[in-house]
Each structure stands twice: as C-alpha cells, then as structure tokens.
C-alpha cells in the first residue's frame, strides 16, 4: 500500500521568502506525482503533474523536483506571496494500482505580509 | 468550458435517507473518481471508473455505489446515509489513469 508523508505539516514564513515543500512515498513504481493546492473550503487545483522519466518541472515561481528511486519530491516556491497561504498537497499515481493516486495530508502555508 | 462540476454545495439529510451527489465533466476525459476529505484522514478514494460502463471500488467504497452510463456523468449515491458519512466530497476526472486529475468544488454533507 503507498504511504504519502508531507512534511512539515504546518508552515509560517514572511513574505519574499522562498521555501521548500517535502513529499515522500513507499511505492517507487509510479506514473507521475502531481501537486495540488487547496484553499479553504475549496476544491483542489493542480499546480504541476511531474512524470516518472522527468526530474523537474517549472511552472513561474513554482518548481517540483522527483526522485523516484528515492520516493522524494519536493515542491520550491519562490519568493512568496500572502496569496501562497494554502494547504499544499502531493498525490503519487501508482503503476500497479489502475491509476488511483494516494494523497498526504498536506502542508499548511501561511506567508505573511 | 466549465471543467469538472458538482451538485449540490451543501446538503444535510437525516440517517437513513438517501441521495445522489451528482458530478459531470465537459473534457471528454475517461477517468473519474469520487473522494471524500475528512480531518485527519486526507483525501480516500470511494470508488473509480475507467470509462463509460465500468467502475471499480477504491479505499472505501461501503455505503455508496457509482454506475457511469456515459462519458460526461458520475453521480455517487448513499443508500442509507449515516452520520460517519458526513464529510466533504470531491469528484475529480482525468483524461486516462496517468493524466492530470481535475478536481471539482466539492459538496459538504452532512447526515444527522
């Protein structure tokens, strides 16, 4: 069973500063890793999907590395914003299990002003 | 376009009672899923399907069944809601089971 670890689970930092969102999982046979933020009381909106056979992935100030051998990801915000403030989520999408992704409990950001 | 969208917002119900939370997606995408989000558990799959006609349990699929009759709809039914169901419920969709998932707004039941 894939096991999803998000740390930390809780985040405060001043705004401008640039940081460093921590995912790991058990199961190194996966299609992709895509991260997600949440706002409260919202739905999920994808921030970036990052392939098996891809290292990184760039989307503006944000940056996903994978290490799949190692069942690490990591999500680099830049320069952070008020607007940042969400809870971050990575969801690992298995080769042997249809497709289901398994998803950690989230990292908490506030950045503030 | 309107992505992936969910009916209704809200809802409270009774124990007992039944209903369907409806989802539609307007992408063509052949993967669909329905969540549900509670404190402390993070997101667990219900149930899945791969396309239209076929669908498969995920992590906790008692106390709700899916049918998905064509491409667009997933609608996810409660046979006798109980207050462990309350919670919020995602429906997210995907183009094959290795795309991008979308997610829609969710609904927050509610079940006394």
């Known amino acids: 069973k894939q096991e999803v670890t998000q740390i930390p689970a809780a985040l405060s930092v001043p705004e401008g500063e640039n940081l460093v969102l921590n995912c790991s999982f058990t199961?190194?046979?996966?299609?992709?890793l895509q991260w997600f933020r949440q706002d409260p009381g919202k739905g999920l909106t994808s921030l970036l999907l990052?392939?098996?056979?891809?290292r990184e992935q760039t989307s503006g100030r944000l940056n996903a590395s994978l290490d799949k051998s190692s069942g690490r990801s990591t999500l680099y915000i830049a320069a952070s914003q008020p607007g940042d403030s969400a809870t971050y989520l990575c969801?690992?999408?298995?080769?042997?299990?249809?497709?289901?992704?398994?998803f950690g409990d989230g990292t908490t950001l506030t950045v503030k002003p | 376009n309107a992505g992936v969208t969910q009916t209704p917002k809200f809802q409270v119900l009774k124990t007992g009672q039944s209903m369907t939370l409806q989802c539609a997606q307007d992408?063509?995408?052949?993967?669909m899923s329905w969540y549900r989000q509670d404190p402390g558990m993070g997101l667990r799959l219900i149930h899945y399907?791969?396309?239209?006609?076929?669908?498969d349990q995920g992590e906790v699929p008692n106390g709700y069944n899916v049918s998905r009759s064509t491409t667009e709809d997933f609608p996810l039914r409660l046979l006798s809601a109980a207050p462990s169901q309350t919670s919020v419920y995602f429906c997210?969709?995907?183009?094959?089971?290795?795309?991008?998932?979308?997610f829609g707004p969710g609904t927050r039941l509610t079940v006394l």
């Open positions: 997210a969709s995907s183009y094959t089971g290795t795309d991008e998932q979308f």
């Open positions: 990052i392939q098996s056979s891809q």
């Open positions: 969801a690992p999408r298995r080769v042997t299990n249809a497709g289901k992704s398994t």
């Open positions: 399907s791969v396309g239209a006609g076929i669908t």
């Open positions: 992408m063509n995408h052949e993967y």
């Open positions: 199961d190194s046979a996966i299609y992709n």
